[in-house]
Each structure stands twice: as C-alpha cells, then as structure tokens.
C-alpha cells in the first residue's frame, strides 16, 4: 500500500499560485491513480483533481478546471497541484491520495492520508 505525505500549503493573496507536492512511498508508485482532494471548514471533504498512472489523462472538478493542473514525476514518486487563479473558496486543506483503477469522485473509494493534508488559505 502507498504511503502519502503532503506540502506545500500556506498562505496567498486571491489571485495568486501555489503549488503542493505530495510524496508517495512504494515501488509500484507509477501503478496507482494519483488525486487531490479538499475540505473546506464546515464542509465535505470534495473531489479536486486525479491523474493516472503513466500522466497522459487527467480529470478535474468544474470548479478547478483551468486554475488547477495535476502532474506527476513517477521517477520521483512525486504528484503536485499547480493552483493559479486563486480564489477565497479555495481555502481548505487539501489531501493526496492514490487509488487502483479508474476515475472516481468517491472518496471512499481512494486510499489517503486523511488525517494530514496541507492547508491552503486564500485572502481576498
């Protein structure tokens, strides 16, 4: 099973960028679905982002298509959210996570380090 850790949050003025990392552990890394997700205070836990194994597809929540790109470096056992364009409701924590298969928003059905994650604070 993949071990995440991620980084990278802080603090920005709405407008602004902001890239997270996560590192993965495991030798079969470029095997799993890689995606990010958000929770927002007050709020559900929501579907961000995901990217497959080899890179080449990737899937978005509407709200994020076209600020947000989901990459990976499977030489590095590295996935990263290039955030631009930020806006205040996208202030939450934002957590990795990987999974077998394909694309799906349900987040029972990723494995993630739901008890970390990064916050990201955004300021009008």
């Known amino acids: 099973q993949v071990q995440l850790v991620e980084s990278g949050g802080g603090s920005v003025q709405a407008g602004g960028s902001l890239r997270l990392t996560c590192a993965a552990s495991g030798r079969t890394f470029s095997n799993y679905r890689m995606g990010w997700f958000r929770q927002a205070p007050g709020k559900e836990r929501e579907f961000v982002a995901t990217?497959?194994?080899?890179?080449?597809?990737?899937f978005y929540q509407d709200t994020v298509r076209g600020r947000f790109t989901i990459s990976r470096d499977n030489a590095k056992n590295m996935v990263y959210l290039q955030m631009n364009s930020r806006k205040p409701e996208d202030t939450a924590v934002y957590y990795c996570a990987a999974r077998l298969g394909l694309v799906t928003t349900d987040q029972a059905r990723w494995v993630g380090s739901w008890g970390q994650g990064t916050q990201v604070t955004v300021s009008s």
């Open positions: 990217i497959n194994g080899s890179g080449g597809s990737t």
